[in-house]
Each structure stands twice: as C-alpha cells, then as structure tokens.
Nanobody, 119 residues
Framework: QVQLVQSGGGLVQTGGSLRLSCTVS????????MNWFRQAPGKEREFVAA????????YYADSVKGRFTVSKDNAKNTVYLQMNNLKFEDTAVYYC????????????WGQGTQVTVSS
C-alpha cells in the first residue's frame, strides 16, 4: 500500500511562488505515475501535472504550462510541484495522487493542501 503525505502551500500574492511536496512511502512505487490535481471551491477536481517515477517525463495542464514545474527526488521519495507566477485562479486545494500506470485507478491520495492566491 502506498501512502502520500503532502506539505507546503499557504497564502501568497499574485505573481508569487510556492512549492508543494508529496512524500511517498509503502510498497514499491518505482513504476508509479505521480500526479497533482487541484479542486477550487464549487468546481470539479482537475489535473495539474504528472511525472512517471521511472522516466521523469513531465506532463502539464495547459492552464499551468510554463508556470508550474513537477519534479522528483528519488533519494527523498518526494515529488514536488513548484508553482511560479501564481494567479488568483490557481487558488484551490491541491492533491497528489499515485497510480500504477496511466489509466489505472488511483492507489493513494495525499491529504490535500490549501493554496490561496490573493489578488
């Protein structure tokens, strides 16, 4: 079983930066896909970014491309989401999620962390 623990987030002004972390533990996850999602009040959860643990390739939603960077640190078993040039519409609860392959059910979710961007 995979467990995900998130950290980071908080309040920032428009144009500012934040970094979210997602530390993975549990069963072997070297082949997992690590995802970031977000959910704003009154809206559905949406995909933000993804990084396969084995390849390090990165994937982004159009709304964050060029501003957000997803990365991983194998030694720390941690995935990061660096968020730059934050906009008011980035305000949401952010979640990391792990799946064994693309299209598979998500095996685990982080607890969520609030990101608030003030205008």
């Amino acid at each position: 079983q995979v467990q995900l623990v998130q950290s980071g987030g908080g309040l920032v002004q428009t144009g500012g930066s934040l970094r979210l972390s997602c530390t993975v533990s549990g069963r072997t996850f070297s082949n997992y896909y690590m995802n970031w999602f977000r959910q704003a009040p009154g809206k559905e959860r949406e995909f933000v970014a993804a990084i396969p643990w084995s390849t390090g390739n990165t994937y982004y939603a159009d709304s964050v491309k060029g501003r957000f960077t997803v990365s991983k640190d194998n030694a720390k078993n941690t995935v990061y989401l660096q968020m730059n040039n934050l906009k008011f519409e980035d305000t949401a609860v952010y979640y990391c999620a792990a799946q064994s392959r693309i299209g598979a059910p998500y095996d685990a979710w982080g607890q969520g962390t609030q990101v608030t961007v003030s205008s």
